[in-house]
């Protein structure tokens, strides 16, 4: 018996495996109810977990395929190796080092997410790394550095909400997307506490909040200005809290002055009563938690929204206050830990800035390289595959823990680009939407049948244990970095061991944003985990943060004043609906592990919309409808639901078609792209 986490999602929930040992076995998942997180509890996805190793569709040897008949051939890891080296060299000698780009994964240990921004830096040289997180919580990051100094998803246990007097969810879906986590909403109701749940859709998390809130998608941040105005109208806000522990209070009050109820109303389609009633709630609570989710996120405007409720979290004395507080509850199983050691574009290990020139003599130090060896910042995730193929962009891509065919937005454009490639090398456990155009495929080991560590939204390091021997001919991601780098004539060797990497990780991180360098596997399986910063062995963790100050240079925290803009893309005549997309319960992210678990029903992409539209275009619950955006078309069956906004629709990401649709217009500061909203035209599908 082995206690682990989850393969998903953030909430890394702690679980019992049986099976070690057994190559190919299937384990058994049991529960692991001390684990402090999820308390013994999974959902669906975690307890049919084991079936990531039934065997479908699993690679167990790397493959090369000839682009004139699209054919894949097994070789050998030699081979493969071989071919990579070789024609990687070539490019740089060709076209220097940014030819050859890097793309990495929020689902990556934290071992893997170090040694790949360090594989990109020395081994290959390039500038040009950055991973899917960017389109996860970037917007987020972003918006905590500003206001707080430091990015830590929630800054305190997530057992913490049910302290609270009132928390309030911007855009998350947590009872379909982290269905444990709910409990902890369940037992602050129990107490008397509130949930308020800001959606565009009556999700299942709504149906269990006290106060649901249904905006036009993509105005979460004119919503937060109005709630501020009533604020400071009511003499709600804390002043003594202001003076005490924030800067820039003045701009911000100032800011909110035009935002009058009604105002709100015009621009969020949310009644001017409710927002009353919501301002009142928050005003009259001594704790108010905000939490925010990709809703919130995942706009042109995503970090100006969570800096809209940032400000309203501050204003109402709350970040620094135990059971209250800002937080951001993060996506991908290591959407933490992936955004902390150098797999950024911006960012090496320890949260540090690449040009900051203290922190590239501290990270090349560790390394045992020059620091002007070091190449400086590259492209953020969508702009580098963007550039790919071009004069100034990468011609040959290695993909480690991404579907991008499914994931990234405008994906049909970001498939031409794929198609320019040289080269493209793909390491995966199965042969995704992505491995499936790669000139090269690298099986690699997952989960239960590696070591590594993870870090949860809590900011919590966690241990995810071996518990069953890998097929035979899979290797781990570091072995396949080490080989390459030693083709690739690396001017230092890349270790093979994962608690190897983890220690060089925790020196590389000392003293930086997100330290580790206290934390060891021991104390990780000890104490069930250790919170950084964690910055000495003796020290014992910090589950939470900023209760004296924030780490700011003088301790504060910092109110940003923000102006609401619009989504990017607004309906018009041709495209007369808001589209949204995300998850549903039985899958996660593009779906490329959950889809082949026989447990989880593979139901395949649908169209939610509301009768009032379906009756207006004749679309019949079922029937086929097609959806079209100014960049691409999917058909899918409709789902006719009173949940939705009768003005928009819903598709959710984990198969081939949705992204299609959404819009690459990135977020000024954190460069996340608007995949929340766009404007789209739905009619019922021709029949062929
Ligand atoms: Fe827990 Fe998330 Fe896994 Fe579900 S998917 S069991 S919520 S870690």
Known sequence: MTTTHCPYCSLQCGMRLTGRGRARATPEVGEWAEFPVNRGALCRKG?????????RERLTTPLLRDRATGEFTPVSWDEALDTVATRLLALRAERGPDAVGVFGGGGLTNEKAYQLGKFARVALGTSQIDYNGRWCMSSAASAGLRAFGLDRGLPFPLADVEDADVVVLVGSNLAETMPPAARHLDALRERGGKVVVIDPRRTATADRADVFVQP????????????????????????????????????????????????????TGVPAVEVRELAALLGGASKVMVLTARGAEQHST??????????????LGMCGTPGAGYGCLTGQGNGQGGREHGQKADQLPGYRMIDDPAARAHVAGVWGVEPDDLPGKGRSAYELLDSLGTETGPHALLVFGSNIVVSAPNATHVASRLESLDLLVVADIVLSETAAVADVVLPVTQWAEETGTMTNLEGRVILRQQAVSPPAGVRSDLDVLSGLAARLESPIPFSTDAEEVFAELGRASAGGK??????????????????????????????????????????????????HRGPAEVPDADFPVHLTTGRVLAHYQSGAQT??????????????????????????????????????????????????????????????????????????????PEFKVCAAAVRPAVEQ
Request: hydrophobic share 45%; proline share 7%.
């Open 514 to 563: 997100a330290d580790y360098a206290g934390i060891t596997y021991q104390r990780i399986r000890d104490e069930a985990g250790v919170f950084w910063p964690c910055p000495t062995p003796d020290h014992p963790g910090t589950p939470r943060m900023f209760l004296d100050s924030f780490a700011h240079a003088d301790g504060r925290a910092r109110f940003h004043a923000v102006e």
């Open 47 to 55: 307890w049919s977990a084991a079936g990531l190793y039934a065997g």
């Open 302 to 315: 995503g970090s100006d929204t969570v800096l809209a409720w940032i400000n309203v979290a501050l204003a």
């Open 595 to 672: 889809r082949r678990v026989r447990d989880l029903p593979d139901t395949g992409p649908f169209v939610e919309l509301h009768p009032m539209l379906a009756g207006r275009i004749g679309a019949q619950d079922g029937a086929p409808v097609t959806v079209a955006t100014r960049r691409g078309v999917m058909s899918a069956p409709a789902r006719v639901v009173t949940s939705i906004r009768p003005d928009t629709i819903f598709v959710p990401f984990h198969w081939v078609g949705a992204n299609r649709l959404t819009n690459d217009a990135l977020d000024p500061a954190s460069r996340m």
């Open 216 to 267: 036009v998608p993509g105005s979460d941040l004119a919503l937060a200005l109005g709630v501020l105005h009533l604020l400071v109208a009511g003499d709600l806000v804390d002043e003594d809290y202001i003076a005490a522990r924030t800067t820039g209070w003045d701009d911000v009050r100032e800011s909110v002055g035009a935002w009058w109820p009604e105002r709100v109303e015009r621009v």
